[in-house]
């Protein structure tokens, strides 16, 4: 059959909804800005004012030690080689240091007083002390997984069960996307420092949710998205031929089987032949000026931390609900002096322009800005001997992260560890309470933000969390 028979008679079956959506995706390649229906999500109304529209999600993969970073302790120092008291560690759960002898070391880190707030922040991150007052600083973080992948799918989906939801996920099933021709949920990844440990896909996946609530990994060599760029000699009324034929097979297939599925892929492949057009616009940074590129450090697209801050503001601009930048390199178990200066190199200056980026265009306060990583790091040394080669263990018990904007508190700093530096003990901050926090400034109520599945109801913070009320405006 000719082509232009085939087409008309796919255009004229009762199965034509396919080619009014995607004539519709015509009508607003020809018209520049027309309106297009956004998704919505299940939380409708909203439980709150909203103070956040979207998420960005800072992680610092490998768990950066808090006590060269945020939280300063005189004690330690002054117990620096002497046996770590054993009435905090009795009984409790180490990682690579388990039977081993404990010895204190003190903080290899100077601390100052920094802007009017007086917040105290270290000599390795200059940047960001330099945004101390647009910061909410919590020092009493507290998790439950002690190596690095069950931390991160704790951090992310609220267990270490394997399969569940992330949180981004979560915020795009509650609230919708916001954007037309991008994911709802962007994950980017960047390295430098020591031994970079692994971040599985699944940690942005969307678990029991439909899955087109999953992250979608940008990459910075080669297509951003895998094959989104047609191939040699395809173009885009082919490939929008393609997408409208493959639309009407599978609505022809669910008016048989029902699958919900069917509906997101069609919905996807719709998504797909958008983003041909709007991704490589928002990664070419070509048309930045020199001075937002040399704020951020950025050299090109180069895949650094400091190029997918700069792409995070853009995808923000751009309403994207939920981006996760992961910086791999944190996780120091020797030598941490040298590593700690590599990885915060890496990342210092691009977290400060990030938020000062935000602020500037008038978005940080409806945007939450998360940085952290997925646990602390001991009191105790690691490969104890030349000062060069020590580092510190994992550590879950307490720990540093910050927020931005969002309807957080500026200038503050929230809950205290121990003398050592060991035990969240004041204002104690579960990863459950940070949670709800998030949802709660998205205007959500994390108890009524669910989903049935295997006759249970689950939600992100799963029996768990409390909203930090002190810290909201």
């Known amino acids: 059959m000719p082509n232009d028979s085939r087409r008309t008679f796919l255009k004229t079956t009762s199965l034509g909804m396919g080619s009014l959506a995607l004539g519709e995706l015509l009508a607003r390649d020809a018209a520049a800005g027309a309106a297009t229906n956004v998704g919505q999500g299940v939380v409708q109304p909203l439980h709150y004012p909203a103070k956040a529209k979207r998420v960005i999600f800072l992680c610092m993969a490998g768990g950066p030690s808090h006590l060269e970073l945020f939280d300063p302790k005189p004690k330690l120092t002054e117990l620096d080689g002497q046996p770590m008291p054993e009435s905090y560690t009795a009984g409790q759960q180490l990682a690579q240091l388990q039977g081993q002898q404990l010895r204190c070391w003190g903080s290899q880190a100077k601390f100052r007083e920094h802007g009017q707030s007086g917040q105290v922040v270290s000599d390795y991150l200059p940047h960001i002390a330099g945004i101390a007052d647009d910061i909410c600083i919590l020092r009493s973080m507290k998790t439950e997984q002690i190596n690095h992948d069950p931390a991160h799918t704790f951090m992310n989906t609220g267990t270490q069960i394997s399969g569940r939801p992330s949180m981004g996920a979560w915020v795009n099933y509650g609230l919708g996307s916001d954007c037309d021709d991008l994911p709802g949920f962007v994950v980017m990844v960047s390295r430098a420092g020591r031994n970079p440990q692994p971040v599985a896909s699944r940690q942005w996946h969307s678990g029991f949710l439909p899955s087109k609530y999953q992250g979608v990994l940008f990459h910075s060599a080669g297509d951003p998205v895998h094959y989104v760029s047609n191939p040699a000699g395809v173009s885009r009324s082919r490939q929008l031929d393609v997408v409208d034929t493959i639309g009407q097979l599978d609505r022809m297939r669910d008016t048989v089987v ?93 977290t400060a322009a990030l938020i000062r980026d935000l602020k500037q265009r008038g978005m940080l306060d409806d945007t939450l800005v998360v940085w952290g990583g997925e646990f602390g790091r001991t009191p105790m040394a690691q490969n104890k001997g030349d000062v060069s080669k020590i580092g510190r263990d994992h550590h879950i018990r307490g720990f540093s992260m910050f927020l931005a904007g969002g309807g957080i508190k500026p200038g503050v700093t929230y809950g205290n560890t121990d003398e050592l530096g060991y035990n969240a003990e004041e204002n104690v901050v579960h990863v459950h309470d940070l949670h709800a926090t998030m949802l709660q400034r998205l205007g959500i109520n994390h108890k009524r933000l669910t989903y049935r599945y295997q006759g249970r109801d689950f939600r992100l913070t799963d029996v768990h969390g409390n909203v930090v009320q002190d810290i909201l405006v």
């Open 258 to 350: 029902h699958n919900p599925e069917i509906s997101t892929r069609i919905s996807q492949y719709e998504l797909a032949f958008r983003m041909q057009m709007s991704v490589p616009e928002l990664t070419d940074i070509s048309n930045e000026p020199q001075h937002v590129l040399d704020s951020y450090g950025v050299k090109g697209a180069d895949g650094s931390f400091a190029y997918n801050c700069l792409v995070a503001c853009r995808l923000a601009e751009r309403g994207v609900r939920f981006v996760h930048l992961y910086h791999r390199g944190w996780d120091h178990h020797d030598a941490l002096r040298h590593w700690l200066g590599i990885t915060c190199k890496a990342t210092d200056q691009p």
